[in-house]
């Protein structure tokens, strides 16, 4: 697949919009070609794997240009797993994938007028994901599923409040995993619940096993709909997340 965007901003510092305060410019273009390859070597278990080698590049100017800057990166990630369905209401997983993020374009760029910035620094994080799990589902009234997991990172990212830039922090570990229930009783009545557990640290370096901010380690959610004609859902609904460190 092929992307492109661009972005450009004037701000004036007048209504009549004739004294230019600031303008930058942004783009990024990404090209990811892939490959996948699914097979069933009985007929109830099938296995399945997907390479993808990702390339990006942004690139951004302000109008003095004391914050232009060029970024190219490129990240080969794969996949591999398998699906087994030893009855028609049951469905077990097992999935190993490697993993990455660019930063978002406010981590890369800061383009407010006054301290303009291009981060050259900044890396894409990385990582592994291991996932097990499965699904079970009893006629159209009753589903369950669950999985784990067990994510390691390397060079989160992270914003700094000492120097007001984003870095990359160093190595993180996830633990967790999710459940989700479904109950429809009725054709026009509908219930879903789902919790979510994660146990997020720092691995190695100064902060190692410190849990990582912002990140709640317990998240709960549930909704009762009704279901109306037109396609239309009408119901309450309730989230929590449990208390998590200030970033």
Not at 23 to 39: D, K, M, N, R, Y
Not at 49 to 72: C, H, M, P, V, Y
Not at 140 to 146: T, Y
Request: charged share 20%; net charge negative.
């Amino acid at each position: 697949d092929l992307a492109w965007v661009h972005m450009g901003v004037k701000n004036y510092t007048d209504i009549a919009r004739s004294e230019l305060g600031n303008a930058f410019t942004i783009s990024q273009w990404e090209l990811g070609p892939f490959a996948s390859l699914a097979v069933w070597p009985v007929e109830k278990l099938s296995l399945h794997a997907g390479f993808r080698w990702d390339l990006s590049e942004i690139n951004g100017k302000n109008s003095d240009g004391t914050a232009n800057g060029q970024k190219l990166r490129q990240a080969p990630v794969w996949d591999t797993g398998l699906v087994y369905r030893p009855t028609e209401s049951l469905n077990l997983f097992a999935n190993y994938a490697t993993t990455f993020r660019y930063p978002y374009t406010d981590e890369q760029t800061s383009y407010y007028g006054t301290g303009d910035s291009f981060n050259q620094t900044l890396e894409p994080e990385r990582g592994n994901d291991i996932r097990l799990g499965g699904s079970w589902r009893l006629a159209d009234v009753l589903a369950f599923s669950a999985q784990g997991y067990w994510l390691e990172m390397k060079k989160e990212i992270a914003f700094n409040s000492e120097n007001f830039q984003n870095e990359n922090i160093g190595n993180t570990r996830r633990l967790g995993g999710d459940f989700l229930l479904n109950l429809q009783p009725l054709r026009f009545l509908q219930a879903n619940a789902n919790y979510s557990y994660v146990h997020a640290c720092f691995v190695g370096g100064p902060f190692d096993g410190k849990l990582v901010p912002l990140v709640s380690e317990h998240r709960l959610y549930a909704e009762v709909m009704g279901i109306l004609p037109f396609g239309l859902c009408l119901g309450p609904n309730i989230s929590w997340n449990s208390k998590a460190y200030s970033g």
